[in-house]
C-alpha cells in the first residue's frame, strides 16, 4: 500500500554485535542489504512478515564512528501477543539481555529494553495473529503537537490511529487510512513544558512506501514539504523530506 512506512533506519557502531542482538533476542532475519564502499545497510524482520509490515534498517559507517543518540527520537515498538509480556521479557532477561524497564515498573502494560548501541525498544501487546517482534511503532519527539500532526495528515494522508494523553505528555498514533493492523505506525509525542530537542545521529529516519516515486514526490511538493533530497539527487531512486522538527523522511518505491 503506498503511504505505509516501510522501514525505520537507525545507525549502530558495530554491525556483527548488532545483527547478532536482533536475530538471536528478536529472531530477526535477514531481508536485504545493499554494501557501499563507505557503508552498509541491512534489513531485518521477522520471518514471516505482512505485506504492510516495516523492516528494521542498520546502518554501519565503515570509517568506526561514534553516535550521539540525541533525544528528538524515542524508541522503536515490537509486539508480542496480549498476555505474554512477562514472559517474553522474562526470556529476553534469560538470554542475557540487560534489565531495563520491567512489566511491573511500567504498569503491566509495557516494556523497555535497549539494543547494544542504547537504542531503546518498547515491547506492547498486540493481538496474536500480528507477528511476535514485528514493529508496531517508531516514536519521534515533537516540539508542536499541532503542527506536527497537520504535517502528517496534511503532507501524507495519515489519519489518527490513537492517543494517550496525560498530565504532562501526549502520545498521537498516525498511519496511513486503510492500513492494516500490521503496519507500523508513528507515534508523536508532545510534552507540554516547551522543551526543545537534539536530533543526534544515533537515529537516521523513517521511511514510507510510494507505488510512483516521482508522482508521490511531486504531490508532496504541491503540499509544501521539504524539498529536502530530490529523487535527481538520489539517482532517482530514492527521495529525502524533513518534518517540521527535521526528522528525516524517505520515500521509496520497494519494487524499483
Given amino acids: 500500500m503506498s ?71 524515542g524508541h522503536i515498538a515490537v509486539r508480542v501477543p496480549e498476555g505474554e509480556l512477562e514472559e517474553h521479557y522474562e526470556q529476553l532477561l534469560d538470554e542475557g539481555v540487560e534489565d531495563y524497564r520491567d512489566p511491573e515498573s511500567c504498569g503491566g502494560r509495557y516494556a523497555f529494553v535497549k539494543d547494544p548501541d542504547g537504542h531503546e525498544v518498547e515491547i506492547v501487546q498486540r493481538d496474536a495473529d500480528l507477528p511476535t517482534w514485528s514493529l508496531d511503532h517508531t516514536m ?9 500532526l497537520g504535517f502528517w495528515a496534511r503532507k501524507f494522508e495519515y489519519v489518527p490511529d490513537g492517543r494517550w494523553e496525560s498530565d504532562t505528555f501526549a502520545n498521537y498514533f498516525m498511519k496511513p487510512r486503510g492500513a492494516s493492523d500490521a503496519a507500523m505506525t508513528v507515534e508523536l509525542t508532545y510534552n507540554y513544558d516547551g522543551r526543545s530537542y537534539t536530533m543526534g545521529d544515533a537515529w537516521g529516519h523513517l521511511c514510507v512506501r510510494a507505488d510512483d516515486l ?43
Avoid at 140 to 148: L, P
Fill in 214 to 256: 516521482h508522482d508521490y514526490w511531486e504531490t508532496l511538493m504541491e503540499r509544501e514539504a521539504d524539498d529536502y533530497r530530490d529523487p535527481a539527487s538520489c539517482e532517482d531512486r530514492y527521495a529525502f523530506t524533513r518534518d517540521q522538527d527535521g526528522h528525516e523522511i524517505e520515500i521509496l518505491n520497494p519494487e524499483s
Fill in 3 to 73: 503511504g505505509v512506512l516501510d522501514h525505520v533506519m537507525m545507525r549502530v557502531e558495530d554491525l556483527e554485535e548488532s545483527l547478532d542482538w536482533y536475530t538471536t533476542h528478536l529472531d530477526y532475519e535477514e531481508k536485504g542489504r545493499w554494501e557501499a564502499d563507505t557503508f552498509t545497510n541491512v534489513y531485518l524482520g521477522p520471518e514471516e512478515m505482512h505485506d504492510e509490515g516495516a523492516m528494521l534498517e542498520l546502518t554501519y559507517n565503515h570509517d568506526d564512528r561514534t553516535y550521539e543518540m540525541g533525544d528528538a527520537w
Fill in 140 to 148: 519521534i519527539r515533537v516540539e508542536d503537537a499541532d503542527e506536527a
